[in-house]
């Protein structure tokens, strides 16, 4: 059970941009996510499908968003769990179809035992179906049985579909903008997630186990009534250079760093942080050397965020500066157009090999095509937009394939930030979290 976070009108605004890019005699399907098997008959958390969420902010399981216009106006309308004083007592309390068609941006409402039905009638009046295909196995047969059995080459009523396509290409172009209701709880999800780290920095010394740090910052999500948006990353020592490491059970040892990658979700909307500090309070001179270039390479890619820019500007940014401070470390030994390579795909990639940013809103690594247009470097940054910055570099000290200097060996260092691209150039959402030596060190000393 849960509240709506945006108004009504918000939501109806979205349906209305949706629904306007669609032809006459439309129906539109989009189904929320499956419960996940966990073990037996117990399931993982529920998580709404962010369509869903985007579309009508339902977040409970076994729903439909359900939309037609072969009225000749749009209408709308849920199919949800009926209210079931058994099913109840067992699962939790149900919002039933009465309160859904009350309470949430739609038409109407229905209960999801009659969607198959339901559904076949309303596939039978119309020409095209814009479907979320792979959630729901019984409705993408329905789909697909109206389409071959009863499409209109065939049925000389002339009912039922000619067109099966998916409707994320309207609604992805359409997220990749974030309103400025989305903005705020983005803004939310990014203090929070901040506050976390903080609280997970400030708690650190050495031996200090990987998971107490994962705890402090889940539990301080807990605390707030919200809950990660990804598997926390907590990677001490080498475990740092490993990118999506989540085992998240070693000791972190006196000398060493920890890199964490965590952060949370407000009403779906993700936030994304990356921080590295020494366990002991102190940077050494060469975690510092390292931190200082990724640093500069950060806030490089950060001010590359500007309207017009293409989306890739953010990473070249940061590769040059990576590439350069390479070699003036002795990492690599080569001028810097080689170092760099033809296309960004030089040398400097053995130690930074992922990208710089990614879109973020209702998923972490949100929806939205980077190249609609075949652009090389990617589409160009519009206001609005929200994305991460998340430069890194790893020397994995069991890597045989590159010489790395031994007293780099074992470093893993990533910082990343939640921007928001405005008119006025990139606005950091994640600035109240700390990422200077200077301001972590006092962090961790206090
Ligand atoms: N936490 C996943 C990422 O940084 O992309
Ligand atoms: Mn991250
Ligand atoms: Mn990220």
Redesign the pocket.
Known sequence: MSNLPFSIEEYINRQSEFHSHLPDNSIVIIPTNNLSTRSNDTSFPFRGNSYMLYLCGWADPEAFFVSSNNSGEWKTSLFVQPNDTLAEIWEGRRIGIELAKEKWPVDDSFSILEINTKIESMLDDNKHVYIIQGLSESLDTLVHKSLTTKSRSRNLNGKGPISVSDPSYILDEMRLIKSPAEIEILKMSAELASEAHIKAISATKPGIGEWEIQSIIEGYFISNKSEYS?RS?VGGGSNATILHYCANDSIINDGDLVLV???CEIYGYAS???RTWPVNGKFSKEQKEIYDLVLSAELAAIEACQIGAPFRASHHAASKVMALGLIKLGILNCTLEEALGDDYDGPYRNFFMHGTSHSLGLD?HDVGVISPNGEKYGRALKEGMVL?V?PGLYFADWRTDVDIPSKYSGIGI?I?DDILITKNGPIVLTSSCPKTIDEIELIINR
Request: proline share 0%.
């Open positions: 990804y990353i990658d965590a952060g994304d942080i990356t972490v991460t998340e990533r990343e």
